[in-house]
């Protein structure tokens, strides 16, 4: 049987940025509620851990020095620094107060559970918080501002191990990808709607690596209606066949669900089943898995599919009904979808040679 750890704090969800921010810590304290609210840390293969803040000196493992200072100097409130210069202000990445201490405390909860994992306490550890996978060296960017999954690889390969990243948000993760486009010691794919589309614009199946790291960057892009069966077929094709040749020691995987068909910031259209199918293929493809969050910006949506998710990771099987202490909070239904989106023959037809033209190229420049 699988042994699970799920990494979880209440202050990761004290702070945020800011009430109009699609980002809302309420993500995530509705996610621990509702597995609490099942009792799924109670077995003995399910452990909830907690969160410690990173050190300056672990997030300099990707971070420069100066960026780590700004961000710490900006959330006191100082004016030492200019925050646009590192891409901070309205929209996006608003500086907030406890910026730092929230922030750092989202990289520490990745680095426990990395420890978690290569110490062999755990098959799988959940950093439900992470997956920020946009942030660079310094600075901001598409609400990330530690990016705790580059720190976190950059802590494995010091470690000597080798590092498949799968990553898949709707978004492309370029954060990540840029972080190791030019070394073979990190095989990262990414699977996203098209940068045709949405932010960041990136993570063409044209980007491949640079150097040493040529054919070790992945990107699958998928054109909006995506649906379930269209999008397993393409990560079917792709991610098992890559991961397996490179034989990464440990997988790291984030598991944004903004791929789902309710989500308001993206035009892809996964229900649960095809969101915990790709979990399940994750899962199956890792003896050591550090399961990284995300994006995902309709709040039951995030509770009930990364609930899912450390079901698949722990083996538990959650009953469909939502239970009563949090249906009474926050409404009651089923935990998983029983309905599929809508889409028009037209649309599914170009998402699918869209896909199907992805996974040919890829094929290809990779002779998979
Ligand atoms: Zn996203």
Not at 111 to 118: K, N, Q
Not at 155 to 171: E, N, T
Not at 251 to 274: A, E, F, I, K
Request: aromatic share 10%; hydrophobic share 40%.
């Amino acid at each position: 049987m699988t042994k699970a750890a799920f990494i979880c704090s209440p202050d990761l969800w004290q702070r945020g940025h800011g009430a109009t921010h699609p980002l809302k810590p309420e993500r995530l304290q509705r996610t621990y509620e509702l597995l609490a609210a099942y009792d799924a840390f109670d077995s003995r293969e399910s452990m909830l851990v907690q969160s410690r803040q990173a050190a300056p000196e672990e997030l300099g493992l990707f971070h420069t020095e100066e960026y780590v200072e700004v961000v710490r100097s900006l959330s006191q409130g100082e004016r030492r620094f200019n925050p646009r210069r590192y891409n901070f202000g309205p929209g996006d990445n608003p500086v907030f107060p406890e910026m730092y201490e929230t922030e750092a405390l989202k990289v520490g909860a990745t680095l426990v559970a990395a420890e978690l994992v290569t110490s062999d306490r755990v098959d799988v550890a959940f950093s439900f918080s992470g997956g920020l996978h946009h942030a660079g060296p310094a600075h901001a960017s598409g609400f990330c501002v530690f990016n705790d999954a580059a720190v976190a690889i950059h802590w494995l390969l010091q470690k000597g191990l080798r590092v498949a990243y799968v990553d898949i948000d709707a978004h492309h993760g370029d954060g990540v990808q840029n972080a190791f486009y030019e070394t073979d010691r990190v095989l990262t794919i990414s699977l996203h709607e098209t940068g045709l589309y949405l932010f960041p614009g990136t993570g063409f199946v044209e980007e491949m690596g640079r150097g040493a790291g040529r054919g070790y960057a992945v990107n699958l892009p998928f054109a909006p209606y995506t649906d379930d069966e269209i999008y397993l077929w393409a990560f079917e094709e792709i991610v098992p066949p890559l991961v397996r040749r490179f034989q990464p020691d440990v997988v790291v995987s984030q598991l944004g669900v903004d791929t789902h068909y309710q989500d308001p910031l993206t035009h892809l259209c996964l229900t649960t089943s095809g969101y915990v199918a790709a979990v399940t293929a994750i899962k199956e493809l890792a003896s050591r898995w550090l399961a990284l969050g995300g994006g995902g910006y309709d709040v039951g949506v995030v509770a009930q599919a990364w609930t899912l998710a450390y079901g698949v990771m722990s083996g538990q099987e959650f009953p469909d009904h939502l239970p009563l202490t949090y249906a009474e909070k926050y409404g009651g239904g089923s935990l998983r979808n029983h309905e599929e989106p809508r889409i028009s023959s037209e649309l599914r037809e170009q998402a699918r040679r869209y896909a199907e033209a992805g996974v040919a190229a890829l094929k290809r420049a990779l002779e998979i």
